[in-house]
C-alpha cells in the first residue's frame, strides 16, 4: 500500500509513513479484508482519510530499465521488515518507520541499481550491517 500510494501521489515512501501514521497500524491490522477490495480504491480512500497531497518525487520516471511493479517493491520491504523487526515483540509497524526511513530504503528505490532484486539474507544483512556488503 505504501507503494502504491507513494507512486500515485508522487511522494517520498518515507513522506507516506509519516503521512498514515496511525493508519499504518490500521492497514497492518486489516490487510486481509483491504486485499478484498481494488488497491487503486483503498488507496484513494487513504488519500483522502490522510490528507495526503501530491508531491513531485518520481523515482519510478528517473528509471532507465523495466520498472519493478509496486507489488514487488512492497514484498522487498515487507520481507526486509519481516526479517529485521521479527523479534521485535511483534512491533512490525515501528519496523516499517525505521525501515521506510533508512538509508537502505532509498537505496533499494534506485531502480537503476540493481539492489532491489538482490536475495532477502543480502538486503537484511546490509540493513543489519549500515552499508552496502560487497559481493
Known amino acids: 500500500m505504501i507503494e502504491y500510494i507513494a507512486r500515485k501521489s508522487k511522494n517520498a515512501r518515507y513522506d507516506i509513513v509519516d503521512y ?28 483522502q482519510r490522510d490528507s495526503i497531497s501530491n508531491g513531485s518525487y518520481d523515482n519510478v520516471a528517473k528509471c532507465k530499465y523495466d520498472i519493478p511493479d509496486y507489488w514487488d517493491i512492497g ?3 515487507a520481507r526486509l521488515i519481516e526479517d529485521c523487526y521479527e ?10 518507520k525505521e525501515v521506510y526511513h533508512s ?30 556488503l560487497s559481493a
Open 20 to 47: 498514515l501514521g496511525d493508519d499504518l497500524q490500521r492497514i497492518y491490522n486489516y490487510a486481509d479484508v483491504f486485499h478484498c477490495e481494488p488497491i487503486e480504491k483503498v488507496a484513494d480512500d487513504f488519500i
Open 75 to 77: 514484498g522487498v520491504f
Open 87 to 96: 523479534d521485535e515483540n511483534g512491533n512490525v509497524i515501528n519496523g516499517i
Open 103 to 132: 538509508w537502505l530504503a532509498e537505496r533499494i528505490l534506485n531502480f537503476n541499481s540493481d539492489l532491489y532484486y538482490q536475495s532477502r539474507e543480502y538486503i537484511a544483512l546490509c540493513y543489519k550491517e549500515g552499508k552496502v
